[in-house]
């Protein structure tokens, strides 16, 4: 089964998430915003400070990425940019996710 890091693909993920929460997500990961919680093969929890404090998670569901946020801007279809900047973490440093 892959890694998170290796299902993480970033046009992908800048299609799902739209443009602006991508680029949002790039902008608060640059600024130091991802607190790691909890990782495990299968998921990766971390705290997102992102003007208030979010719980974050992206997972492997099946063989493909899944995802969570409290900020309520997440859906099913569609990561946040807490998830974007998360899974960007991720694909940045794959050792996180695994």
């Known amino acids: 089964m892959p890694s998170i890091s290796e299902l993480v693909d970033e ?5 799902l998430a739209g443009e602006g929460a ?3 997500g790039e902008a608060c990961l640059g600024g130091g915003c991802i607190g790691f ?3 495990t093969p299968r998921e990766v929890t971390a705290v997102i400070r992102d003007g ?3 719980n974050t998670i992206v997972r492997t569901v099946d063989g493909t ?3 969570a946020c409290s900020c309520g801007d ?4 569609a990561p946040c940019r ?6 960007l973490a991720l694909k940045k440093e794959p050792q ?3």
Do not use: M, N
């Open 65 to 67: 990425l899944g995802w």
């Open 82 to 87: 807490h998830v974007v900047a998360l899974a």
């Open 11 to 15: 046009a992908t993920l800048r299609t």
């Open 96 to 98: 996180l996710g695994q």
């Open 52 to 54: 208030h404090v979010y």
């Open 37 to 39: 919680v909890a990782t």
């Open 22 to 24: 991508f680029e949002k």
């Open 74 to 77: 997440v859906t099913r279809e």
